[in-house]
């Protein structure tokens, strides 16, 4: 995806703002926010950061299961599940 066609500078947002949410809510595109000439700021739609934030939290599990796998901090099915049977008497 190009960012480069949903460049837009603050004067823009702050004379369409709704309708820059409406844009935000439909594309599902980020809109990158300028001030001077620079890229100050991104705006996304509600739906679009919520999937962002559940992929980076995926992505986090995976690279602590890779940083266990790589200290060797691993258990066999067999091991985990004789602890959950355990721990069912127990509860």
């Known amino acids: ?7 837009r500078p603050i004067s823009y947002l702050k004379a369409n703002a709704a309708e820059v949410l409406v ?3 439909e594309q599902r595109e980020p809109l ?3 001030q001077n000439g620079e890229a100050k ?6 739906a679009s950061f919520e999937e962002t934030q559940q992929t980076l939290a995926l992505l986090k599990i995976l690279a602590l ?3 266990e796998i790589a200290a060797n901090q691993v258990s066999s099915v067999a091991e985990v599940a004789a602890r ?4 069912k008497k127990v509860g």
Do not use: E, P
């Open 23 to 25: 844009q935000l809510t």
């Open 41 to 46: 700021a991104v705006l996304q739609d509600v």
């Open 1 to 7: 995806m190009r960012y480069s066609t949903q460049v």
């Open 65 to 67: 299961g890779n940083q």
């Open 84 to 87: 959950l049977r355990t721990r």
């Open 32 to 34: 990158l926010i300028t």
